[in-house]
């Protein structure tokens, strides 16, 4: 019995080592085992330690290493990897940035029947293969920006007969599709149907829906300082009509001034109001889309005085529930620092969103706002003076706590833990300008 309580209790102590370890380059951890558990390595990326109630890992290099947890030095319990990682340092965001999205095309959002000269239900559009969330750039060789434009452009080529060439962005490639338009009588000036349909009026149609693309206001998570890789918002950019996720990559970002707040309500959450003039104040350009946010590279260096030096990004198994600091901007192009409480963590070994839960403490900010709003999505989190998260989702039900994402994620995402050689050709980037 005393035999298998000890088994019992070396078995509970190895289910609680991870899996998978983050080591930053130089830096040690320390894993507790007691006797008769031990580590072992194959590997020259890690040395092993021992110290009083364990073993100390301390990292040689970057890349993998493999560790089993073995019993008596012979039998294997466990395996482990660590990977060592460079440290990486940013400076947090918290501006304000205006989204730009591109200017030329308009988005496709629905699908609708015509009925034709023969009275049968025709769409024209969807049998030739136009998917909602398809962007038309070009009808016919002509460059479309507006709803009224492929309209009246439609129209013309209905009416000469001809075929309609539609040059389509789907998923960031470049598709063309042929079609006919189709011809739409409008009744509406036949008296109890004594006009002929040849008397009637004609127009011609595709059967879609369509809106010109939109423009937002979010906020700056952080940047890296040489290479002027940013990360922004905290959350993909979606059509609100498609529910599908929109194609930025010939978008920009640009400097924004927040006019004003409209708090929320229960069940409704606030926005900030903001503006931006447009291409004028362009800071930067959107790259990739992603569930983390967008990504790009910054044109000249945005400044944050609460920062004169870029600072650590906190591993996940770093961030700890407690006090922190959040930073945003609530008027003009000002950025302030407020109070918040990591109420949890979630322990993830992967990339994965809502990591961390954030309440507002800070009685200012909640003086303001209300609590978080539309807007603040992206502002940077920074706990024991490192960049542990960045605020993402409001919870609805109580507009004073909301999600936040693990700064190591977006690092990550963003190619900052890559091999040495592949995460120097990042940094050897020109410089930003001032």
């Known amino acids: 019995m005393l035999a298998l309580v000890c088994l019992a209790a070396y078995f509970l102590t190895v289910g609680g080592i991870p899996g998978r370890i983050t080591l930053i380059e130089g830096n040690t951890k320390e894993i507790q085992l007691g006797r008769p558990l031990d580590l072992r390595t194959t590997t020259s990326g890690l040395e092993l330690l021992p110290f009083n109630g364990g073993v100390k890992l301390v990292s040689l290099s970057q890349g993998e290493s493999s560790l089993e947890v073995r019993l008596w030095d012979l039998i294997p319990l466990k395996r482990m990897i660590v990977s060592v990682v460079p440290e990486v340092r940013v400076f947090p965001g918290g501006h304000s940035i205006g989204v730009l999205l591109p200017s030329g095309g308009v988005v496709v959002i629905g699908h609708y029947p015509i009925i034709g000269p023969d009275g049968s239900w025709h769409y024209p559009a969807r049998e030739a293969g136009i998917e909602v969330g398809d962007v038309i750039l070009r009808i016919n060789?002509?460059?479309?920006?507006?709803?009224?434009?492929?309209?009246?452009?439609?129209?013309?080529?209905?009416?000469?007969?001809?075929?309609?060439?539609?040059?389509?962005?789907?998923?960031?490639?470049?598709?063309?599709?042929?079609?006919?338009?189709?011809?739409?009588?409008?009744?509406?000036?036949?008296?109890?149907?004594?006009?002929?349909?040849?008397?009637?009026?004609?127009?011609?149609?595709?059967?879609?829906?369509?809106?010109?693309?939109?423009?937002?206001?979010?906020?700056?998570?952080?940047?890296?300082?040489?290479?002027?890789?940013?990360?922004?918002?905290?959350?993909?950019?979606?059509?609100?009509?498609?529910?599908?996720?929109?194609?930025?990559?010939?978008?920009?970002?640009?400097?924004?001034?927040?006019?004003?707040?409209?708090?929320?309500?229960?069940?409704?959450?606030?926005?900030?109001?903001?503006?931006?003039?447009?291409?004028?104040?362009?800071?930067?350009?959107?790259?990739?889309?992603?569930?983390?946010?967008?990504?790009?590279?910054?044109?000249?260096?945005?400044?944050?005085?609460?920062?004169?030096?870029?600072?650590?990004?906190?591993?996940?198994?770093?961030?700890?529930?407690?006090?922190?600091?959040?930073?945003?901007?609530?008027?003009?192009?000002?950025?302030?620092?407020?109070?918040?409480?990591?109420?949890?963590?979630?322990?993830?070994?992967?990339?994965?969103?809502?990591?961390?839960?954030?309440?507002?403490?800070?009685?200012?900010?909640?003086?303001?706002?209300?609590?978080?709003?539309?807007?603040?999505?992206?502002?940077?989190?920074?706990?024991?003076?490192?960049l542990a998260g960045v605020l993402t989702h409001v919870f609805v039900s109580d507009q004073t706590r909301g999600y936040g994402v693990l700064a190591e994620w977006l690092v990550r995402d963003a190619g900052f833990m890559l091999p040495q050689d592949e995460y120097l050709g990042i940094l050897d980037q020109p410089a930003l300008s001032r």
């Open 141 to 386: 060789g002509q460059a479309i920006n507006s709803k009224s434009q492929v309209e009246r452009t439609i129209d013309d080529i209905g009416r000469s007969g001809r075929q309609a060439e539609l040059n389509i962005l789907r998923n960031s490639k470049k598709i063309t599709v042929r079609l006919k338009p189709v011809p739409v009588y409008d009744e509406s000036l036949s008296d109890e149907a004594e006009v002929s349909i040849g008397e009637k009026e004609t127009y011609y149609r595709l059967g879609i829906w369509v809106r010109e693309n939109a423009a937002g206001v979010g906020t700056l998570s952080f940047y890296h300082p040489t290479s002027g890789l940013y990360c922004a918002l905290g959350h993909v950019i979606t059509d609100v009509s498609t529910n599908r996720e929109m194609d930025v990559t010939s978008g920009m970002i640009v400097t924004a001034q927040i006019l004003g707040i409209h708090q929320g309500s229960h069940g409704q959450p606030g926005e900030k109001i903001g503006s931006f003039s447009g291409e004028e104040d362009i800071i930067g350009t959107i790259e990739r889309n992603t569930k983390f946010g967008i990504f790009g590279r910054l044109n000249t260096k945005p400044v944050n005085p609460h920062f004169s030096e870029p600072i650590p990004v906190a591993l996940a198994d770093e961030v700890v529930p407690g006090p922190a600091y959040l930073y945003t901007v609530l008027q003009e192009d000002r950025i302030e620092q407020f109070q918040v409480e990591i109420q949890r963590v979630t322990r993830q070994t992967s990339p994965q969103i809502k990591g961390l839960v954030v309440r507002v403490t800070d009685p200012r900010l909640l003086s303001m706002t209300g609590g978080i709003v539309q807007g603040m999505s992206g502002s940077p989190i920074i706990q024991n003076n490192k």
